[in-house]
């Protein structure tokens, strides 16, 4: 019974460079949100996914962050050229269905930008 | 008017004691309220949720006591034990086509031995 699976757990880039952090949903779970969590913060949404879908991207930051979630394979946050405020947790939460209350979190990647 | 706003920033209690962590949000149309539990290092895990149309809704020693009038509700961890001492997240969401959380800001507990 595994849950929301998230890789990798930590990541190191520096200034410029891409990251690209992967999010498997719980089985049978075709929604996905994203969330940011700065140090000491809580947890802000970024956007919302279904499969072959964007439904809300209304947290997304405007430039160089963009999210996939494809028919077959995980779902994607990429970031471009990345900034130390960048450096944050980032996690994934998966549910069964649209307009589903529940989300369940996956561990997180921790993306440390130098 | 999208904030839930959470207080205390921390929290130490004796071992046994009754933590209790406070929520207040603005935006009427927030029709869903969970508490997440996070320890360091790991996602998230949902505690327990409660929606407008109840009082308060126990799960084990965790109860959520709601407010509709005053937009407020908060958790209450009876018998507190160390293994409780994490962070907790209030948070809200609304009716639509997305559910996304709206999140406190985090209270930090320490359960003294």
């Known amino acids: 019974n595994a849950g929301v699976m998230q890789n990798p757990r930590h990541l190191v880039r520096r200034r410029g460079q891409e990251a690209r952090l992967r999010c498997s949903p719980m089985?049978?779970?075709?929604?996905v949100y994203w969330y940011r969590q700065l140090p000491e913060e809580g947890l802000k949404f970024m956007v919302y996914?279904?499969?072959?879908?964007?439904?809300?991207e209304s947290g997304m930051p405007k430039e160089r962050f963009s999210a996939e979630f494809p028919k077959e394979g995980p779902s994607i946050l990429r970031i471009q050229q990345v900034v130390r405020g960048d450096s944050a947790a980032y996690f994934c939460?998966?549910?069964?269905?649209?307009?589903?209350?529940?989300?369940?979190f996956g561990p997180g990647t921790r993306l440390t930008v130098l | 008017q999208q904030q839930v706003k959470q207080s205390p920033q921390s929290l130490i209690v004796q071992k046994g004691g009754i933590p209790i962590i406070n929520c207040a949000y603005e935006?009427?149309?927030?029709?869903?309220f969970p508490w997440y539990q996070q320890f360091p290092g790991k996602g998230p895990a949902l505690l327990i949720a409660?929606?407008?149309?109840?009082s308060e809704k126990k799960e084990g020693r965790f109860t959520i006591s709601f407010n509709k009038s005053a937009k407020q509700f908060s958790l209450h961890i009876m018998d507190s034990q160390p293994g409780d001492s994490a962070t907790y997240f209030c948070?809200?969401?609304?009716?639509?086509?997305?559910?996304?959380?709206?999140f406190g800001s985090g209270t930090q507990l320490t359960v003294l031995p």
């Open positions: 939460a998966s549910s069964p269905a649209r307009y589903t209350d529940t989300q369940y």
């Open positions: 089985k049978g779970h075709s929604h």
């Open positions: 996914l279904q499969k072959e879908n964007i439904i809300d």
């Open positions: 935006n009427t149309a927030f029709d869903y």
């Open positions: 409660i929606r407008p149309d109840v």
């Open positions: 948070a809200a969401s609304k009716s639509g086509s997305a559910r996304q959380l709206t």
